[in-house]
C-alpha cells in the first residue's frame, strides 16, 4: 500500500513501514483483537511494536527514526486502527511526545528522542485537559528550578505500559508547561483502578491523582502562551482522525466477506473520495486555516464510519452481538472515535450536523 492510497487498494511500491504495519496487523493485531478487547492490551504486543520500528516513523533519522512523510505516517495509524483500535490507541499516543521533542532545543531532546525513536521507550500522553480552558485541571506552578503540578489528569492512557509520560499544567499567567516524567506511581503522583469503558477498555486507561508531584527543570520540553498552544493544537482535533477511516475500511471488509458486495462498493467510494479531501487539507500549508471545511469534512468522516460499522452489524444479523464478533467491536469502536480528542469546538460541529440529519 502507497501512503495515502485506500486501504485495500493493490500497492506499487509500500514504504518499508507500510509493509511492516501490514504484516504486524494481518499476522498479530487481527487475530487477536476479540481477546484483547476483553483482557486488555498485552505487554506482548507492545514489543511487537517496539521491534516494528513503527515508533519512529515521524522521528528524525539522525536519532533513529525513519524521518517518514506524513502520509506514511497516517497510513500506519489506519491500518492499526482497523486491525486492533486498542493498540493503536495506546502506540497513538507516542507520536506527539517524539514531534514536540524533535522540535525542542533543550537538554531533555538529548536525553530521549533517541531512545523514544527507537522504541526503547515508550510514551503517553496527559495533557489533552489543557483544551478545557478556562477550567484549569491541572495547575503548574514554578518551584525552584524545577516545577510543581497539582490537579486531576482524567484520562490516561496505557498506563502499565508506558514508560514516559509528557504531562501538561497552566500557569497562573496561562503559559502550558510540558514536561517528562516516568510513567508510574511516584510521590505527588497516584493513578486510579483502571477505568471500565464501553469500547477500549483494553487501553488500560486511568485517571492521575496530582498531588504536589515535582518535576525537575530540565524534564521540561516546552513552555508556550496557552493562547499559542490552542492554536497549533486546532487542527489536531479539527481534521479527522486517520482512525476513523481505518475502523471503517475494516467494517467494509466484513460487509464483504458477508456477500454484501454492492453496498460495501458504495460506501468505500463515498469514503475514499472523503478521505481525500481530509488528507488534502492535513497537508494545507497553513494548517490552522479552513476550519470550518475541517470540521464539515470530520463530521462526515463520523457519518460514514457509523454507516459501515453499523452494515456490518446489520449483515451479521444476531451474530453480531457475539462479544467474539468483530462487527459490534468495530461499532463499539467507531462510538469511541466519535469523543476521542473532543473539543467544545468539535462536539457543537457535530451535535449541529447530527440535528440536521
Known sequence: MTADTAPGTEPSVPHPLVAAARSLADDLLAPCAARVDQEGVPASHVEAIRRSGLLGVSAPVEYGGAGAPDPVAREIQEILAGACCSTWFVQTQHHTPVRMLAKADLPVRERLLRPLATGELLAGIAFAHVRAFPRVPVRATADGDGWRFDGTVPWYTGWGLNDMMLLAGVTDADEVVFAFTE??????????????????????TVSLDLDGLRLPGESVVLRTPREKFALVDRPRNTNASPAVFGVAHAALRLLEEAGERGPAQALRDRIDCLRHQVYALFDHPVPHERIEERLALKTRAYDLMRAATTAAVVAQGGRGMDLGNPAQRLAREGMFLLVQGQTGEVRRAHLDALAEI
Not at 493513578?191 to 487501553?203: I, Q, V
Open 183 to 204: 510513567a508510574r506511581e511516584q510521590p505527588g503522583l497516584r493513578p486510579s483502578p483502571p477505568m471500565r469503558l464501553a469500547a477500549l477498555t483494553a487501553s488500560r
